[in-house]
């Protein structure tokens, strides 16, 4: 767990600037001079832990964070529940969200074990894409895109729209699911320790399309951000922290690609040039001839039914839609603004057809941790490394029937 002064300030700095605090708030908030936090942030003061951890709460971070390089042994033999205590107390004040979350953590945990019994551990290399810590919006921007591209094609995902984001992102290692109970204005929770390894939760009491963008908005964070923190809960006061803006980036364009939105808008003939140079030639075989086509006045002109078309598409919300027109240049910020004031009518079209519709009656919000839960335990069993009794343990832990589970195991050593 030592550190050198000069890493760890660095690692404060980036974090300030990640909250967009000049030195001289962050160093009022925790009553400490502005030269003191210069003398901090380039190593050569020492700080105490009082001032390490008041900074580490005005940074919405966890003081292990900042010494994150390496898990100790001490660290790696924690139990997991202990994970809990870096999330916000205000979180977990509710039972039924402490419950909730406490027994994703343990599922989590559980999964790890049955991996490294059957020797999965290592089956997903995740990549970690390094990029220093964003200190503009144009620069979270510009990095989030470019890692949406870059997964896209590493996962063969071509340009069209995404059937579950969940399923995704569980391929990829990652322990995912719903919690419901969560805050309203909490999207999601990235969590990160040696004995759950990674975990995406989404609040399960958000629409279809919303809960869509927030499984990418935390893959973002397991990709980007894995290595420098354990724990990020994304919600409305840290939406404008630059890691926030990097995942929101990163969500929009991996759910909605720039080639697949031109294709879509190309389909829709709209958002084109007003003028189109089109070259026609003779069947003598003259020389081309040049004319110049266009566009029925006002037919480019984008409304909110082709923002609801593009949203339903890519199963994303009209607000979202919205905003990644207006990225990608298809909207001025009058046009933007515009088309956002007409959201509770999109929403409204959404449902009619169906998109803002919150899963199927009989989906559950863990219903694809339990899958791979279930999935590793059957393997277990066939494999021999697991009892009956341990599968009727689990079974309570899954909210699943005893003799379903152990049919479903008796099953797979058939085969």
Known sequence: ?????????????????????????????IALSRTAL???????????????SGLAKLYHRSVMDFFAEGESQASREEDPLLILHRLPPELLDDQEVNRQVSRCVELCSI???????????????????????????????????????????????GYGPIADMADVISTQGIWASGVKGLPDDMSGIFLRH?????????????????KRFSYAHEYAHA????????????????RQDYIERRANAFAAAFLMPETGVRWFMETLEKGGPSRRQRITYSSAGDEPVEAEERPAAGSQQITYQDVVALANHFGVSYPAATYRLNDLG?????????????????????ESS??????????????????????????????????QGWLRDLSDKLDMPA?????????????
């Open 354 to 387: 169906g998109s803002n519709e919150d899963g199927q009656p009989q989906r559950k919000p863990d219903r694809e941790l339990v899958s791979q839960i279930t999935r590793l335990a059957v393997e277990a069993y066939r494999r021999e490394e697991v009892s």
């Open 194 to 210: 040696s004995s759950i390894g990674l975990v995406v939760l989404v609040n399960y009491g958000h629409l279809r399309a919303r």
């Open 111 to 157: 999964g790890v074990h049955l991996e490294a019994t059957l020797g999965l551990d290592d089956a997903v290399n995740l990549p970690a894409y390094e990029y220093r810590a964003p200190t503009r919006p144009s620069e979270a921007t510009r990095q989030g895109e470019k890692v949406a591209e870059d997964e896209r094609r590493r996962l063969g995902l």
């Open 403 to 415: 003799k379903d589970l152990i049919e479903q195991a008796e099953a797979a050593t058939e085969c």
């Open 223 to 238: 990709l980007l951000d894995r290595k420098t923190t354990s724990a990020i809960v994304t919600r409305e006061q840290n």
């Open 38 to 52: 210069v003398h901090i942030e380039s190593g050569k003061r020492s700080l105490s832990t009082l001032e390490l």
């Open 330 to 350: 298809y909207l001025n910020a009058r046009e933007k603004e515009s088309l956002l004031q007409r959201s509770s009518l999109g929403f409204r079209l959404l």
């Open 1 to 29: 767990m030592a550190l050198d002064a000069i890493t760890l300030g660095r690692r404060l700095k980036e974090a300030r600037e990640n909250r967009r605090l000049t030195q001289e708030e962050a160093a009022q908030a």
